[in-house]
């Protein structure tokens, strides 16, 4: 049996349509020239033959995330997947182990992924680093406990009209935020924009402040009988809600309750701090429930820590285990950290904290303190070095990333 793994070229691009396809059991399309084929370039994948036949795929699309304010490369995983004849074998481990070292000398020191299942990846080095909350609300039921429904001017848009707007008002809300991407035209069509006959158009809903200037945005769908209600049967979906201010979030929201003809509204996509539990006069009327969210997986530690914004200044040594996948991640590494910049560099000091590469993606994404990593085994450090650690990875808000790719 020979195998071989490489990037396909481009008349290979219909065969890794029909492998996902077929893995995927058609959720992207059927055929050879399904969105896994035409939304990925050659030079993403990196694919295992076996005597000749694709038996193994994998794509790593290019991106730029978000860490706590500063931009880093990441390496966006998707399209993994194995012929059901060749599973069992190590092709994937085998794909993953090259791309991983192909990342590193890219400069991407993040890999992210959408699991399909977690235990696949978790052997991997991904960990689960933010959650998607749901919420599920009747537009009679949007009021604030106190009253105060915002003071911003809403005004709807077309996508062609709003887009220039809406990029920019998004570009600053995720200035200082972690795991969110910036988004080339592509992610805006594919992920908020894209037209879907179920749900009808996409609309835009800019707020402006006293100054006629914009602070926020919603995008979202508008559709009639979607919900079994004698006077209220129509659904709305979120798509994206951006706030630059407290005032455009309570302004959107009004917008929203607004809309008497409808009786759910679906955001799907909220972050995990976000607001809206707190301001509400009764929360549970939003009928929240979280689920998985994005994985990640640090390729390459001293570089990563070294990208990554920082509110504190501090110094801590932290100590990594082997890792087979990425074995140059082993050992000890002290980080010094500013409000400007931070080095990571190899030190024979002692840990102040040790962790697996797993747990490290959690610490590093502000998903998890140190001290609630430690509570649960996955860190160990001394009471003074988790409060140290607690600090230093502190994060301007939760981890969130609403694109899916």
Known sequence: MKIEIRKLVAEEMGLLGELGAYVYGGSFGDGPDNIIATANEPDWTLCAFVDGKLASSFTSIPFTMRANGRAIPMAGVSTVGTQTEFRRRGLSRRIHTQAFAEMRNQGQTVASLWASQAAIYQRYGYAMVTAQRNYEIDSIDINFFDGNFGSGEVVRKSVEDGYDEAKALYIEFISDRMCYLHRAKPLWLQNVFEERPDDGPVHLAICYDANANANGYIAYTLRHSKVAHGSRPQGIEIRDFVWNSPDAYRSLWEWLRRHDLVGRIRYGSAPMDDP??????????????????????????????????????????????????????????????????????????????????????????????????????????????????????????????PDHF
Not at 304 to 318: C, G, N, P, Q
Not at 342 to 371: F, Q, V
Not at 382 to 399: I, N, V
């Open 276 to 401: 809206a539990p707190l301001l509400f006069t009764e929360p549970r009327l939003l009928h929240t429930t979280d689920r998985e969210g994005l994985w990640m997986r640090v390729v390459d530690v001293p570089a990563a820590l070294s990208s990554r914004a920082y509110i504190y200044e501090d110094e801590i040594t932290i100590g990594l285990p082997e890792d087979s996948l990425t074995p140059w991640n082993k050992g000890n590494w002290q980080l010094h950290t500013t409000s400007e910049k931070a080095e990571a560099h190899p030190t024979k000091k002692s840990p102040d904290i040790s962790l697996s590469i797993n747990s490290l993606a959690l610490l590093y994404t502000g998903y998890l303190s140190a001290s609630r990593l430690a509570s649960l085994g996955l860190l160990s450090g001394t009471p003074r070095a988790l409060e140290k650690a607690d600090r230093l990875f502190t994060t301007h808000h939760a981890p969130h990333c």
